[in-house]
């Protein structure tokens, strides 16, 4: 409980500038009800924000017997972004490292979470450029050490922004 309590206060909100507040905030301002602006905001909800965290967990649950080298030349052989890994702000994540932390001291910081900072690391190690488990790198890990089936990544973030998509339409 305390960990899934975690995972969710870590993705309320993450500024003005997330695309799903943006367009919540946009469409509030244009007078309609907060239920329609709020939906808008979930609708800007894909891949490219808020929806990695089920692919990556995916890519956890299914390659757990695999090392962070085969994943990551797999990954580069292909031309493909490893989801959950790198963002655009941050250097290190400090929702992720609030995350682990409180995984490390509720004793869930097994093998999915061994496994993402490995691939952390040789994706590092591999391009010379800091790639960070984000937000939602860390949530496919962290749900993964709970046993959620990587088909709920997205569906935790959207419980999650919902609260903080709703602060901001009243706030507009």
């Not at 800007?44 to 695999?66: F, M, R, T, V, Y």
């Not at 085969?70 to 580069?76: A, C, H, R």
């Not at 490893?82 to 992720?96: A, L, N, S």
């Not at 932390?101 to 590092?124: D, M, N, P, R």
């Amino acid at each position: 409980e305390k960990l899934l309590n975690a995972i969710l206060v870590a993705s309320i909100d993450h500024g003005v500038e997330a695309p799903s507040t943006t367009i919540a905030r946009i469409t509030a301002s244009a007078g309609v009800p907060s239920s329609t602006a709020i939906a808008n905001g979930i609708a800007a909800i894909g891949e490219s924000h808020g929806g990695a965290a089920e692919p990556c967990a995916k890519l956890l649950q299914e390659n757990i017997d695999h090392s962070a080298i085969e994943i990551v030349t797999e990954y580069k052989e292909k031309k493909k972004r490893i989801p959950g890994f790198g963002h655009k702000i941050y250097e290190v994540d400090p929702r992720t490292q609030a995350l682990l932390k409180i995984a490390h001291s509720l004793g869930f910081h097994g093998k999915y979470v061994t496994l993402a900072l490995e691939i952390q690391k040789e994706l590092e190690d591999s391009s010379g450029k800091k790639l960070p488990l984000n937000i939602d790198g860390a949530t496919a890990a962290l749900m993964s050490e709970l046993g959620f089936d990587y088909r709920l990544g997205k569906s935790l973030f959207i419980i999650s922004r919902v609260v903080g998509i709703a602060a901001h339409v009243h706030d507009e």
